[in-house]
């Protein structure tokens, strides 16, 4: 029985906050029915007249307060109690609760979640004693899984650990009196009625509230949440961490050919033989491709660059052969074309050639172009198929066209002009006719040519940000003689035919997209065997300028580690399944695969997505998310993502026509993102197919290409370099990236922000 006897003092009497919780009050009934009266001392009391009130309002508010009592008292023995006893008490009790648990009338959804606080309760309760980093919290074995999931909640902020103490105590306490008053016939109802309660609230605001379709027993289907939930994850986020990607795995796994050779059938139904040319650079191996190709009624070439696909499309059309040239930004389509030269990526698996020459098959191990090159291998439609491939890439090509069970050969080149080290080096200077400097950035580029320059050395320029029109006149330049010497990235080691005789190192480490790193044996191989072009020169020569440390010249004898992973891409089958398309991408991304297969870095797809969906906050389905991440643009220059979000918006709004870029300043850095805008605007009216004027773009494009030419050649002293803040000018040869006046305004806003957290901190 409840024992009832609660005195109350006079009125004018005030009581401790200790009194009151030895009547029953709890911290939350008092702050919700006595106000605090706080005295200087700091101490907190109530009035004698206040908590009768409070008691006269709410006359059940007294059996309450006894129940309290009980309740407290219990604990309070329970915490006496040896530990010994404790634990017998304990597994005298769970039988109990089990058996009520048991034969207890709960619907489905409400004894799965029920039965998973049920089982922790009891593992708690019967737990040895708590580890030292709980020692604070020691008053019962249970009591430390409860400290573990305030610790846990307080991490992670999903909800109070007050939310989680309410819930929690009123199994806990229901449990921790009956094992303090044993008796004969604990009342093992009221727990499993706390049980109930608790499950039924969790799955009304953790499924029903957030709109989670599926069934509890569905989602507890997945063994992943019965091992995390309830003592490390929240039920909401056990669907999304744990069901949700389980689903999808599930149905993609459904999809998807457990081997990726047999996403290609027509190509798997064709007769099909490979020739493998194995060999270094200026070998030969992509020469002797072609002259078949020529030689085919219909042909393919797959470039790693686009400006290597239009050199290989002038060349088939100078021999007579009507070839078309496609890549992401622009295209050339010949009327009657036989043939076609493209970039990898845009490679039409429906359509059938008598030849294919997929050139730089190494690459097929990049992490994000890769898969190009994995799909060319396995679903080019086409009779006979040249592989144009560095030593270090023949055992992964091997590897796959055997577990295709396809004939092929092997045909090692060798190169014909003898490549030599320089063991010196080589100062701007002295350089001679046929030079290639090699730099790893724009802007040691650009300083390179201004010195060459002063020195009376014509020069002409390559670099990644270049428009390929712009590229193919300082090549020709080159060619020509009109220039000396040549400065340029590492963009000359794919293919490019140029007249190099001596390729000299100024720089021997480069940023990768990550960090800075020193070259690898295979770079300085390629880089520097397009020295000593054949028919040319008798020999060819390297060397390193005065700022390269490492020993480059060893590198030409190491030979790079054989390549043992393909990258795999996805296909369209992702859009098949009933999810998100980034959760989609994510599962697959986790997906195991079949040896010597990798998934693609898909981190790119992922981020343009997201900012349709996020930033941009539009409505577009899969298919176009899709299409929208398969554009090739830099998404990390802000003018062109900014272009690329208003033409996202124009497609949304179900407009026709996409509007032209707008061209802002003369200098080299305003064209070439103007440059790139215009790209943009191509390869987004291509995709989404928009009207678009390209008379108009071509002409624009022959225009900004012919000014960077001019001012690459005439003027870039003046016009080169661009400060990365504000456009304005800087000197080619400032260490900085930004300009005096951005550097003092930035050292400024530092100074502000330092003063600040001085006052404020």
Same mark, same amino acid.
């Given at each position: 029985?409840?024992?009832?006897?609660?005195?109350?003092?006079?009125d004018?009497?005030?009581?401790?906050?200790?009194?009151?919780?030895?009547?029953g009050?709890t911290?939350?009934?008092?702050?919700?029915?006595?106000?605090?009266?706080?005295?200087?001392?700091?101490?907190?009391?109530y009035?004698?007249?206040?908590?009768r009130?409070?008691?006269e309002?709410?006359?059940s508010?007294?059996?309450?307060?006894a129940?309290?009592?009980v309740?407290?008292?219990?604990?309070?023995?329970?915490v006496?109690?040896?530990?010994?006893?404790?634990?017998?008490?304990?597994?005298?009790?769970?039988?109990?609760l089990?058996?009520?648990?048991?034969?207890a009338?709960?619907?489905?959804d409400?004894?799965i979640?029920a039965?998973?606080?049920?089982?922790?309760?009891l593992?708690?309760?019967?737990?040895?004693?708590?580890?030292?980093?709980?020692?604070?919290?020691?008053?019962?074995?249970?009591?430390?899984?409860t400290?573990?999931?305030?610790?846990?909640?307080?991490e992670?902020?999903n909800?109070?650990?007050?939310?989680w103490a309410?819930?929690?105590?009123?199994?806990?306490?229901?449990?921790?009196?009956?094992?303090?008053?044993?008796?004969?016939?604990?009342?093992?109802?009221?727990?499993v009625?706390?049980?109930?309660?608790?499950?039924q609230?969790e799955?009304?605001?953790?499924?029903?509230?957030?709109?989670?379709e599926?069934?509890?027993?569905?989602?507890?289907?997945?063994?992943a949440?019965?091992?995390?939930?309830?003592?490390?994850?929240?039920?909401?986020?056990?669907?999304?961490?744990?069901?949700?990607?389980?689903?999808?795995?599930?149905?993609?796994?459904?999809?998807?050919?457990?081997?990726?050779?047999?996403?290609?059938?027509?190509?798997?139904?064709?007769?099909?033989?490979?020739?493998?040319h194995?060999?270094g650079?200026?070998?030969?191996?992509?020469?002797?491709?072609?002259?078949?190709?020529?030689?085919?009624?219909?042909?393919v070439?797959? !470039?790693?660059?686009?400006?290597?696909? =239009?050199?290989?499309? @002038?060349? +088939?059309?100078a021999d &007579?052969?009507?070839c #078309?040239?496609l890549?992401g930004?622009?295209?050339?389509?010949?009327?009657?074309?036989t043939?076609?030269?493209?970039?990898?990526?845009?490679?039409?698996?429906?359509?059938?050639?008598?030849?294919?020459v997929?050139?730089?098959?190494?690459?097929?191990?990049?992490?994000?172009r890769?898969?190009?090159?994995?799909?060319?291998?396995?679903g080019?439609?086409?009779?006979?198929?040249?592989?144009?491939?560095?030593?270090?890439?023949l055992?992964?090509?091997?590897r796959?066209?055997?577990?295709?069970?396809?004939?092929?050969?092997?045909?090692?080149?060798?190169?014909?002009?003898?490549?030599?080290?320089?063991?010196?080096?080589v100062?701007?200077?002295?350089?001679?006719?046929?030079?290639?400097?090699? !730099?790893?950035?724009?802007?040691?580029? =650009?300083?390179?040519a @201004?010195? +060459?320059?002063?020195? &009376?050395?014509?020069t #002409?320029?390559i670099?990644?940000?270049?428009?390929y029109?712009?590229?193919?006149?300082?090549?020709?330049?080159?060619?020509?003689?009109?220039?000396?010497?040549?400065?340029?990235?590492?963009?000359?080691?794919?293919g490019?035919n140029l007249?190099?005789?001596?390729?000299?190192?100024?720089?021997?480490?480069?940023?990768?997209?990550?960090?800075?790193?020193?070259?690898?044996?295979?770079e300085?191989?390629?880089?520097?065997?397009?020295?000593?072009?054949?028919?040319?020169?008798?020999?060819?020569?390297?060397?390193?300028?005065?700022?390269?440390d490492?020993d480059l010249g060893?590198?030409?004898?190491?030979?790079?580690?054989?390549?043992?992973?393909?990258?795999l891409?996805?296909?369209?089958?992702?859009?098949?399944?009933?999810?998100?398309?980034?959760?989609?991408?994510?599962?697959?991304n986790q997906?195991?695969?079949?040896?010597?297969?990798?998934?693609?870095?898909?981190?790119?797809?992922?981020?343009?997505?997201?900012?349709?969906?996020?930033?941009?906050?539009?409505?577009?389905?899969?298919?176009?998310?899709?299409?929208a991440?398969?554009?090739?643009?830099?998404?990390?220059?802000?003018?062109?993502?900014a272009q690329?979000?208003?033409?996202?918006?124009?497609?949304?709004?179900?407009?026709?026509?996409?509007?032209?870029?707008?061209?802002?300043?003369?200098?080299?850095?305003?064209?070439?993102?103007?440059?790139?805008?215009?790209?943009?605007?191509y390869?987004?009216?291509?995709?989404f197919?928009?009207?678009?004027?390209?008379?108009?773009?071509m002409e624009?494009?022959?225009?900004?290409a012919?000014?960077?030419?001019?001012?690459?050649v005439?003027?870039l002293?003046?016009?080169?370099?661009?400060?990365?803040?504000?456009?304005?000018?800087?000197?080619?040869?400032?260490?900085?990236s930004?300009?005096d006046?951005?550097?003092?305004?930035?050292?400024?806003?530092?100074?502000?922000?330092?003063?600040?957290?001085?006052?404020?901190?």
């Amino acid at each position: 029985m409840l024992n009832l006897d609660i005195k109350i003092k006079k009125d004018g009497q005030q009581y401790t906050k200790a009194e009151m919780k030895k009547m029953g009050w709890t911290p939350q009934l008092i702050r919700e029915r006595v106000p605090e009266l706080r005295r200087n001392s700091g101490g907190v009391y109530y009035r004698a007249s206040d908590v009768r009130k409070a008691l006269e309002a709410e006359p059940s508010l007294l059996e309450q307060l006894a129940k309290q009592r009980v309740e407290a008292g219990a604990r309070s023995r329970l915490v006496a109690t040896p530990d010994k006893t404790r634990a017998e008490l304990a597994r005298k009790l769970t039988p109990l609760l089990q058996k009520a648990f048991d034969e207890a009338e709960l619907d489905p959804d409400t004894r799965i979640v029920a039965n998973q606080w049920h089982k922790l309760f009891l593992d708690g309760l019967l737990a040895p004693q708590p580890s030292a980093s709980h020692e604070k919290y020691r008053i019962t074995p249970g009591d430390q899984v409860t400290k573990r999931l305030l610790d846990f909640v307080d991490e992670t902020r999903n909800f109070t650990a007050a939310a989680w103490a309410n819930r929690w105590w009123r199994i806990g306490q229901t449990a921790w009196t009956m094992i303090a008053n044993p008796g004969d016939n604990p009342n093992t109802q009221a727990y499993v009625q706390a049980l109930a309660a608790l499950a039924q609230k969790e799955i009304r605001t953790q499924i029903i509230d957030k709109g989670v379709e599926e069934s509890v027993s569905e989602i507890f289907s997945v063994p992943a949440i019965q091992a995390q939930y309830p003592s490390q994850y929240f039920l909401y986020d056990c669907y999304a961490t744990f069901y949700v990607p389980a689903l999808i795995s599930r149905d993609l796994s459904k999809l998807i050919a457990v081997d990726p050779k047999d996403e290609y059938p027509a190509a798997r139904q064709m007769s099909r033989r490979f020739e493998i040319h194995v060999g270094g650079t200026n070998t030969g191996k992509t020469y002797q491709s072609l002259q078949r190709l020529k030689q085919a009624v219909s042909g393919v070439y797959l !470039a790693p660059l686009r400006l290597l696909a =239009l050199e290989v499309q @002038e060349r +088939l059309l100078a021999d &007579g052969v009507v070839c #078309s040239m496609l890549t992401g930004e622009e295209e050339d389509i010949r009327e009657g074309a036989t043939h076609i030269s493209s970039t990898v990526e845009k490679l039409n698996l429906s359509q059938e050639y008598e030849v294919a020459v997929i050139d730089e098959c190494q690459m097929i191990n990049d992490r994000e172009r890769g898969y190009a090159w994995t799909r060319a291998i396995l679903g080019v439609r086409a009779s006979e198929i040249h592989l144009c491939v560095a030593p270090e890439g023949l055992h992964i090509l091997e590897r796959l066209i055997k577990a295709l069970d396809e004939p092929y050969t092997v045909i090692k080149h060798e190169r014909k002009v003898p490549l030599r080290w320089i063991d010196r080096q080589v100062k701007l200077k002295e350089a001679r006719k046929g030079d290639a400097f090699v !730099a790893f950035s724009k802007k040691r580029v =650009l300083q390179l040519a @201004e010195e +060459l320059r002063k020195l &009376g050395i014509p020069t #002409s320029i390559i670099y990644g940000n270049l428009p390929y029109a712009t590229r193919r006149q300082q090549m020709q330049m080159f060619l020509n003689g009109e220039t000396t010497a040549l400065v340029a990235t590492d963009a000359i080691g794919m293919g490019l035919n140029l007249p190099i005789r001596r390729v000299i190192f100024t720089q021997d480490e480069k940023y990768d997209g990550e960090v800075v790193r020193p070259l690898r044996p295979g770079e300085v191989r390629q880089i520097a065997g397009r020295a000593g072009r054949f028919g040319l020169y008798d020999e060819g020569f390297a060397a390193i300028g005065p700022d390269c440390d490492h020993d480059l010249g060893s590198m030409l004898e190491t030979v790079p580690p054989s390549i043992d992973q393909a990258a795999l891409g996805f296909s369209d089958l992702v859009l098949k399944v009933d999810r998100p398309l980034i959760d989609v991408l994510k599962v697959w991304n986790q997906m195991p695969v079949k040896a010597p297969y990798k998934r693609m870095d898909i981190s790119r797809h992922i981020s343009i997505i997201s900012y349709i969906q996020n930033t941009l906050k539009l409505d577009f389905s899969k298919e176009d998310l899709l299409k929208a991440s398969n554009i090739p643009f830099d998404e990390r220059d802000a003018a062109v993502q900014a272009q690329f979000a208003i033409y996202c918006k124009t497609y949304a709004s179900g407009k026709t026509t996409l509007p032209r870029p707008e061209r802002e300043g003369n200098r080299l850095g305003n064209l070439e993102i103007y440059y790139k805008l215009l790209d943009l605007y191509y390869s987004f009216a291509k995709t989404f197919g928009f009207q678009w004027d390209q008379e108009w773009l071509m002409e624009e494009k022959e225009v900004v290409a012919e000014e960077i030419n001019y001012l690459l050649v005439h003027d870039l002293k003046k016009r080169g370099a661009s400060c990365r803040r504000c456009g304005g000018p800087i000197t080619l040869d400032s260490p900085y990236s930004i300009c005096d006046k951005c550097y003092r305004k930035q050292r400024q806003e530092r100074e502000r922000q330092r003063r600040y957290w001085d006052i404020y901190a």
